[in-house]
């Protein structure tokens, strides 16, 4: 079954404490982006990635990295996280630019 | 940069009924539109696109409309059913050429009513 797996689903930390969250496809999709959903904004991107080793900022990348190793994954890491970081993350793939991309499930975060 | 706006933030329509949820868009250089569909709790799904060398593209019991003159799009579902009942979003790619891809509105909540 095609999959984009995020983890984890859910976390609150704390402020200035780092994390990760994890998104792998199984689609072999060169594309890989993650945005985040907050009420009444929709959805922005952070970053994306083309193929491996190939990033790039996208709408709101302050605050946040992320890493292209290996085809199948598009870690996102907070080196410091904030308050208003506080929000619904979701990772995507497509298997190119301007098609259709399939969506994980999202992880909510809360940093307090 | 550009956005794409819903005319709706929410939207009933009772069971059996057919809906339409607009969409417009200010970037007359946007090719290629996408309709998503989220269910709470879930990431968006892909419904139907249409590029903008289209007027009209009918998937199944979906139907999606381009108006290029005035930059708006709408998606038409058939004799909605309970399961349709979620946020749809639009999406338009406004960077034509460039690889920073779609940017979404902020949804329309679709209830369907008993």
Known sequence: ?112 | GESVGLHLPTLSVQEGDNSIINCAYSNSASDYFIWYKQESGKGPQFIIDIRSNMDKRQGQRVTVLLNKTVKHLSLQIAATQPGDSAVYFCAENPYSGSARQLTFGSGTQLTVLP
């Open chain 1, 1 to 112: 079954e095609a999959q984009v797996t995020q983890n984890p689903r859910y976390l609150i930390t704390v402020t200035g404490k780092k994390l990760t969250v994890t998104c792998s496809q199984n689609m072999n999709h060169e594309y890989m982006s993650w945005y985040r959903q907050d009420p009444g904004l929709g959805l922005r991107q952070i970053y994306y990635s083309m193929n491996v080793e190939v990033t790039d900022k996208g709408d709101v990348p302050e605050g946040y990295k992320v890493s292209r190793k290996e085809k199948r994954n598009f870690p996102l890491i907070l080196e410091s996280p904030s308050p208003n970081q506080t929000s619904l993350y979701f990772c995507a793939s497509s298997y190119e630019r301007g098609r259709p991309q399939h969506f994980g499930d999202g992880t909510r975060l809360s940093i307090l």
